[in-house]
């Protein structure tokens, strides 16, 4: 059947079956790769996307429950030449090793700085416990989000590319 | 003559009241004098530190990030909200001061070392039973704790309540006192569980229905409760769980947070599990003996039907591959299918077989939050997920509470209720989830 997605403010028709989890439509329909697949069960982290002002774990969300709801992922933030204020902060902190958990890293510390524009080091460690690294760049991934918040208060809220529309 | 009634009338008003003053006031007991922690024997202490897991005090004794037993973790209540006291040995702000004479009594009487009396959201209904001898102990560990200076806010109740005379009359109400005597008609580890769990352990504070006071209703006891917007489910005759607890899966559950008939712990009462890891093993198996004998179901029974309920709940899971998108009401196309919505967001580890390296869900035809009558505690955990305490080990589900809309979440959870229980719909399921989202918790 056809269900009408909305992603980074722009409309997809997807025919796919309503159970199919977001993050397949997102990687093999639309070609949208920030988004990991790390264990599909929702303890990993790695694909999380935001679904209105909510980081969601894609691999379980199936595109059923996202009728008239807004998706938002990596590539709506910044591009390589423009990123976001949070995109520029993990550059400057060489916050990746690998790099597969950064995107869901990225997409869930966005969630908390559009809520919490000055989240303490307590809040930021509890709003990312759901999203692991196996590199050990967790520090710098911290340090990356407590820098963003800085950085935001002289920029807006950090949305480029249509995201926040 | 009328005059004459309303004098008598008076006089017993004030004789009553008097009476009442008099009975209520309790004298300041003296200050104890400063003593080194090595005045403890450490077998002593050792002992108290196992009864306070027991009683899981460090629950409301806890202030968020700071050492145990600081104080100020907010109590809500039907009434206001109260705060844990500090009772580290602080001499300002703790309970410093406090001499084991002192300590019994706000352990027996709910009166503090100065003479007030303190609010039943501390549970010395249950307390008062325990003996001196076991609150000497932990009195012994909690004064060689480290000693911090905390204030705790005051509690923030509704007038009349805000005097702590309140207290007092639902004492007189409802405190009974005197030292837990247990059955003893049963075996020894069931009488010893039986001390516990009803003292300490104060197991019935949440599994049991209150009154318009607050009380216990003593009539209903473990006939199911609410704590934290949750429920207690009843460990009664009445227990939703389809597998009648038996002193070993009630062990495993206390103990390890799992059992294979009952799945994970969640909700309040995974700090308790948190604490009742720390206590002596021995004492939580007696307190196991005990819960599993308040369903009546004979112990050999008990096993039997457990073994049966594993059997029906594992018929009922969801089957791999292949997925089942139809069965439950609602159209797809408003993304209101449940089954679909399960199919997508649950089966992945809620299906037949289903293994995580790290915890595998048992069945959700043996959960007792799906085959409760009250959809509350389901909705909790789809809402929350369930997460190990920081810096622990343990089972993870995440929480949906983004991803899906409230009518999304109603949906799943009645198709969930419908398919793996078996039992007749909830239909106040809208209702509870608003509640929920209101934070309202009784």
Redesign the interface.
Same mark, same amino acid.
């Given at each position: 059947?056809t269900?009408v997605l909305t992603i980074n403010s722009e409309r997809h028709q997807i025919d796919a079956?309503?159970?199919?989890?977001l993050l397949y439509v997102l990687r093999d329909n639309l070609k949208l790769n920030a988004a990991k697949f790390g264990c599909?069960?929702?303890?990993c982290g790695a694909c999380t996307v935001l679904?209105?002002r909510?980081?969601?774990?894609s691999?379980?969300?199936?595109?059923?429950?996202?009728?008239g709801?807004r998706v938002r992922t990596l590539e709506g933030l910044g591009i390589a030449d423009k990123p976001s204020p949070l995109q520029a902060a993990f550059i400057k902190e060489q916050a990746a090793q690998c790099g597969y958990c950064i995107p869901g890293m990225i997409m869930r510390a966005q969630a908390l700085l559009e809520k919490n524009a000055s989240p303490t080091q307590?809040e930021i460690r509890d709003h990312m416990?759901?999203n692991l690294c196996r590199c050990g760049t967790q520090m710098r991934i911290l340090r990356a989000i407590d820098r963003a918040a800085k950085d935001m208060k002289t920029a807006d809220a950090g949305t480029t590319t249509g995201a926040a529309r | 003559m009328l005059r004459r009634i309303l004098i008598v009338v008076l006089a017993i008003v004030v004789l009553a009241g008097g009476g009442f003053l008099a009975w209520a006031w309790h004298d300041e007991l003296p200050a104890e004098p400063r003593r080194d922690a090595s005045a403890y024997d450490p077998a002593v202490v050792a002992k108290g530190a196992s009864l306070a897991a027991i009683g899981s005090c460090a629950v409301c004794h806890l202030a968020k990030?700071s050492p145990s037993f600081a104080g100020g973790y907010p109590v809500e209540t039907p009434f206001g909200v109260i705060y844990g006291s500090n009772i580290t040995p602080d001499r300002d702000t703790g309970i410093g001061t406090w001499s084991p004479a002192a300590f019994r009594r706000a352990m027996h009487d709910g009166v503090d070392r100065e003479g007030h009396h303190l609010y039943p959201a501390f549970p010395y209904d249950h307390f008062t039973g325990a003996t001196d001898t076991d609150l000497d102990a932990v009195y012994a560990y909690l004064m060689t704790r480290e000693p911090v200076r905390h204030d705790v806010p005051a509690p923030q109740l509704t007038f009349p309540l805000n005097i702590r005379l309140a207290a007092a009359a639902w004492k007189l109400l409802f405190l009974r006192h005197g030292e837990f005597v247990p059955d003893k008609s049963q075996s020894p580890e069931w009488q010893r569980g039986a001390y516990l769990a009803e003292t300490f352990g104060h197991c019935s504070a949440c599994h049991s229905p209150r009154n318009a006071l607050g009380a216990e209703k003593r009539d209903e006891k473990y006939a199911g409760g609410i704590a934290e917007g949750w429920i207690g489910p009843a460990l009664n005759a009445a227990s939703p769980a389809p597998a009648p607890w038996t002193a070993e899966s009630a062990f495993n559950y206390l103990r390890r947070g799992f059992d294979r008939a009952h799945g994970h712990v969640a909700g309040p009462m995974q700090e308790v599990v948190e604490h009742l890891r720390q206590a002596n093993e021995g004492d939580v198996r007696a307190m196991a003996t005990y819960i599993a004998s308040l369903n009546g179901v004979a112990a050999p029974d008990a096993a039997a039907k457990a073994e049966q309920a594993v059997k029906n709940a594992t018929s009922r899971q969801w089957p791999i591959p292949g997925?089942e998108?139809t069965g439950s009401g609602g159209s797809?196309?408003?993304?209101l299918?449940g089954a679909? =919505?399960f199919?997508?967001?649950?089966a992945?580890?809620h299906h037949d077989g289903g293994r995580?390296p =790290?915890s595998r869900p048992v069945a959700l035809g043996l959960s007792s939050a799906v085959n409760g009558a009250d959809p509350r505690n389901l909705l909790q955990i789809v809402l929350g997920g369930i997460?190990p305490a920081?810096n622990e080990r343990g089972a =993870?589900?995440?929480a949906?509470?983004?991803?899906?809309?409230d009518p999304?979440i109603v949906a799943l959870a009645d198709y969930v209720r419908e398919h793996f229980s078996g039992k007749p719909k909830w239909n106040d399921t809208g209702t509870a989830l608003e509640a929920i989202r209101r934070g309202k918790n009784s």
């Open positions: 059947m269900i079956d309503p159970s199919t989890p599909g069960l929702g303890q679904v209105d909510e980081p969601v774990f691999c379980l969300t199936p595109i059923s429950v996202l009728d709801r307590a416990q759901t | 990030n997925r998108t797809s196309t408003t993304g299918d679909a =919505i199919a997508g967001a649950c992945t580890c995580l =790290i997460h920081p =993870i589900m995440p949906f509470s983004g991803t899906l809309t999304q």
